[in-house]
Nanobody, 124 residues
């Protein structure tokens, strides 16, 4: 059974930075894609970024492109989301996810394993 555990969330001022981590335990052969999603209060879950197992395929939501960077350390079985230039609109619970796919990286339904989420709050 695969478990994903996020860490690194917190409170930061606008313009600041945070780096989220998603550690993996258990067998990982059942997925080839890792993603980050976020959900703000009263809003639907939205795609943030995704990375393939090889790291050669990366996608970002337009709203975070140029500010966020997704990466992975296979040896540590960890995926990261480095967030710079944070804005109050980035405030949300951020969750990492894993799944097996060759298309549809932005579709949350493609991911079958989720972490519990970590809160990111950006003050103005």
């Amino acid at each position: 059974q695969v478990q994903l555990v996020e860490s690194g969330g917190g409170l930061v001022q606008a313009g600041g930075s945070l780096k989220l981590s998603c550690a993996t335990s258990g067998r990982t052969f059942s997925f080839n894609t890792r993603g980050w999603f976020r959900q703000a209060p009263g809003q639907e879950r939205e795609f943030v970024a995704a990375i393939s197992y090889s790291g050669r395929t990366i996608y970002y939501a337009d709203s975070v492109k140029g500010r966020f960077t997704i990466s992975r350390d296979s040896a540590k079985r960890t995926v990261y989301l480095e967030m710079n230039g944070l804005k109050p609109d980035d405030t949300a619970v951020y969750s990492c996810a894993a799944g097996w796919m060759n298309t549809g990286y932005t579709d949350s339904h493609k991911y079958n394993t989720w972490g519990q989420g970590t809160q990111v709050t950006v003050s103005s």
